[in-house]
């Protein structure tokens, strides 16, 4: 038996779309109303991957969007000769996990330590191949929230009070599907190749699409444009088996050993400046690219020329007058079988609206505030490559081993702004105010790699009984701190950043000069290398002070600043030339006595003085130091004050105490005034 469908507007029709209806409404509705999230994420790069780890860790409404199959996919095809110029130290004869940070340029910060890049590649500089496989796996294996093959093309904004920001980010894909954000974090890095506009720059082979096989570059004269290290990788590529490369650049070669910043010349690339100095017929020239002007002859070669022998109109390639003309010692009157341009790297702004370049990077980067969000847009922050612009040839901002440490200070800042959560912080007693300093400038990762811009913050207490320990804040947010952080600066502050001499990096510098070392710790404010400084404010700096603070200068001007002098295996444990210069800097910035004391200089302190040094207070007072010794043991018994039968490692055991304290001193020194403080290193000690 059969039946005839009903047709819709027959009463059984009716009663099904009838009862279909709510369905139908609701999944129209759901399919045209945006997927909102409170935290969205452009690019699933690894400043995209360490932003969502750190979202996730703390239980927020997060997604990361990303163009690619899969994360990373920067890597897998730049650098173009696939060698990564981020180290890999594998041992440092260290087993302190945020130590040997310090020197692993590639891992993103986690909690599980099998996702190290160590696991990944034993090369000292690995391939770009094993950072796709690292970053796929810190995805996959930490979970994150990633939407891949989704390319955002607009982003808009949405005004609305009752939004985080006053309004939400509207985020359209290639397929129409759109998402609503509170806030927007863009990861995307650089990704438009920088081009020189000169007449004739047509003719130039870009970097991104230049072949990276040799042998088609055999016997030919090959003229390259730019000085970063992508030029120079090319070069090494093809130095072996070209007749001469010249490299055109306006501005001189800057080496990294020279000025301390990773993004210029590294040593791995510069085969062609021993190839051009040994007089190998390989070159470097300055010149400003707008000047010239590259002519196509015939045969197919390239000729320089300059501009203005371009002005006259309709002229054949033969025609054209070269500097040879003029000049018969012009350096670049051989032609040229290639022209490679290799000038970097610009950020992509074209779906933004609200997201603007310029000042004094031009179109290279966003402009963004201190804390990594656009000026021009509350609640969109920039984070990774792209953000380099707060600390570009400053510090490592620009790169891993830097952005991870600056996204997790951009994620603190969020969660004390929209959930209400302090910045992370540990409280001790003041008699831990010397050793957490120490242990923090010879373990800290974060405060290694992006020196002067990041910064521990110690927060004194009343009377200076006890600081709260903040670490690596931005330095250029220190007038902010309280209402960033939730964090009270009511009694004084030290800040402690790592800072290179500032007379010992730059391009023209030799900083392999004779007696460049300083040992003393009486020189220590001269120092040259990286080493830790300790800058004391009585109060709170002021916007305008920090806003106006000495140029190269860090930080405003502190009430005392103390230079911890260099140390040539970075370990700053010296008990005579690290830690007693900087116990008695603290101490004189305090007008109080910061030394450990065994129990029976407590005793005595206590029956002649008024004013009892801290850790006497801290501990002898409170009836944990007088079982230091056993000669003070059976008074105390006998006074009532410990059990005649109490052992000493009974006693030790009850308490929660550890036996022993180091320099036992029986006098507590005078400290000096704090007006009379100066620069502690010029001070004799």
Request: charged share 20%; proline share 6%; with cysteine.
């Amino acid at each position: 038996m059969t039946f005839a469908a009903s047709p819709p507007w027959s009463p059984p029709g009716l009663l099904l779309i009838i009862a279909l209806h709510p369905a139908l409404y609701l999944h129209l509705t759901k399919a045209s109303a945006p997927s909102r999230r409170d935290y969205c994420v452009l690019g699933a790069g690894p400043a995209g991957l360490q932003m969502a780890y750190f979202l996730q860790r703390a239980g927020r409404d997060y997604v990361v969007f990303d163009r690619a199959p899969g994360p990373g996919s920067f890597f897998t095809r730049y650098p173009r000769h696939r060698k990564l110029i981020s180290i890999n130290k594998l041992h440092t004869g260290k087993a302190n996990a945020e130590f040997n940070l310090r020197h692993d340029w590639n891992s993103l910060l986690s909690h599980d330590p099998t996702l190290l890049f160590k696991h990944y590649s034993r090369a000292y500089f690995p391939d770009a191949s094993d950072m796709v496989r690292y970053l796929g796996d810190f995805a996959d294996r930490l979970g994150l929230h990633v939407l891949y093959n989704t390319t955002i093309a607009h982003v808009t904004l949405d005004k609305a009070q009752q939004a985080w920001n006053g309004h939400y980010f509207i985020l359209t894909d290639q397929k129409g599907q759109v998402y609503q954000c509170s806030v927007l974090f863009v990861a995307t890095g650089l990704s438009v190749p920088n081009q020189v506009d000169f007449p004739g720059s047509e003719h130039a082979e870009g970097y991104e699409s230049v072949s990276v096989d040799p042998r088609d570059f055999a016997g030919q004269n090959v003229l390259i444009l730019g000085r970063g290290n992508s030029a120079f990788e090319t070069a090494d590529n093809i130095l072996g088996v070209t007749n001469f490369i010249h490299m055109l650049s306006r501005s001189r070669v800057r080496l990294s050993w020279a000025t301390h910043y990773v993004g210029d010349l590294r040593a791995i690339n510069n085969g062609l400046l021993d190839s051009y100095q040994l007089k190998s017929l390989d070159g470097l020239l300055e010149s400003d690219m707008m000047d010239l002007a590259l002519v196509k002859d015939r045969a197919g070669k390239l000729h320089v020329t300059l501009r203005f022998f371009l002005e006259e109109a309709n002229q054949t390639a033969d025609a054209v007058a070269l500097p040879q003309d003029d000049s018969d010692n012009f350096a670049m009157r051989v032609a040229y079988d290639r022209v490679i341009r290799c000038l970097g790297w610009n950020f992509d702004f074209s779906i933004f609206n609200k997201l603007s370049s310029g000042g004094e990077f031009g179109k290279k980067y966003p402009l963004v505030r201190a804390n990594y969000e656009s000026k021009g847009s509350r609640g969109l922050f920039v984070l990774g490559t792209a953000s380099h612009s707060v600390d570009y040839r400053k510090s490592a901002g620009g790169f891993i081993h830097g952005f991870r440490y600056t996204a997790r200070a951009v994620h603190r800042l969020l969660e004390h702004r929209h959930h209400g959560v302090a910045w992370p912080a540990t409280q001790h007693p003041i008699t831990q105010l010397t050793s957490s300093i120490v242990r923090r400038v010879n373990e800290a990762s974060g405060l290694y790699q992006m020196f002067s811009v990041l910064a521990d913050v110690i927060l004194l207490k009343e009377n200076a009984t006890a600081f709260e320990y903040l670490q690596e804040f931005p330095t250029q947010m220190l007038a902010q701190l309280e209402t960033v952080t939730g964090r009270q600066a009511r009694h004084g502050l030290f800040v402690i950043t790592m800072e290179y001499g500032r007379n010992f990096s730059g391009p023209d510098k030799d900083v392999f000069f004779y007696d460049r070392s300083v040992g003393h710790m009486k020189d220590a404010w001269q120092s040259n290398f990286l080493h830790p400084v300790i800058y004391y404010y009585r109060h709170l700096p002021t916007e305008q002070e920090v806003r106006f603070r000495a140029a190269h200068w860090p930080l405003p001007r502190p009430t005392a600043i103390h230079h911890i002098v260099e140390d040539f295996l970075t370990d700053w444990t010296a008990p005579v030339g690290h830690i007693l210069p900087l116990r008695r800097f603290l101490e004189n910035c305090l007008d109080t006595d910061l030394r450990s004391f065994y129990a029976e200089s407590c005793f005595r302190f206590a029956l002649t003085h008024q004013k009892l040094p801290p850790f006497c207070q801290q501990g002898y007072l409170r009836r944990q130091g007088l079982v230091g010794t056993e000669r003070l043991r059976r008074p105390g018994a006998e006074s009532g004050l410990l059990q005649a039968s109490a052992t000493v490692g009974q006693r030790l055991e009850d308490s929660g105490q550890q036996p022993g304290h180091p320099e036992p001193i029986d006098q507590p020194p005078t400290p000096a005034p704090p007006d009379q403080l100066q620069d502690s290193n010029k001070e004799e000690l």
